[in-house]
C-alpha cells in the first residue's frame, strides 16, 4: 500500500546563522534548496500520486530565545540570536525577500 501524504518540515534549523551559536545546524541556502527538491522528488518516486506536504519555519521570537538563554548558559549565551525571522524568509523563499515594491 503506497503513502497517501507525508509532511516535511522545513527550514528552521537549517537556516540558523553561521558564526553564531548554533552554526553547526546552519546550511547554505542553496545546499539546503537541493536538499529539498531531493526529499520532494525522493518522495515523489515512492509514489507519485502522494501529496508532499512541506510546511515552513516558524516564526522567531529572537527578544525571548535571547532571554532565555541568558539564565540557561550564563557566560556562553548568545550576544546575538542565532536564528532571525530575516533568514527564516530566505528559506522560506530561497531567496532574500523585500517587503517594500520596487519604485
Do not use: W
Request: aromatic share 6%; charged share 25%; net charge negative.
Amino acid at each position: 500500500m503506497e503513502a497517501l501524504h507525508s509532511t516535511v518540515f522545513v527550514g528552521a534549523n537549517d537556516a540558523a546563522l553561521a558564526g553564531r551559536t548554533s552554526e553547526r545546524q546552519h546550511v547554505p541556502v542553496e545546499e539546503y534548496k537541493d536538499n529539498l527538491r531531493r526529499i520532494v522528488h525522493h518522495l515523489k518516486e515512492c509514489s507519485s500520486t502522494m501529496l508532499v506536504v512541506l510546511i515552513t519555519p516558524p516564526p522567531v521570537d529572537e527578544e525571548g530565545r535571547m532571554q532565555y538563554a541568558k539564565p540557561v548558559y550564563g557566560e556562553k549565551a548568545m550576544e546575538q540570536p542565532e536564528r532571525t525571522n530575516e533568514m527564516s524568509v530566505v528559506y522560506l523563499l530561497g531567496k532574500p525577500f523585500s517587503y517594500l515594491p520596487d519604485v
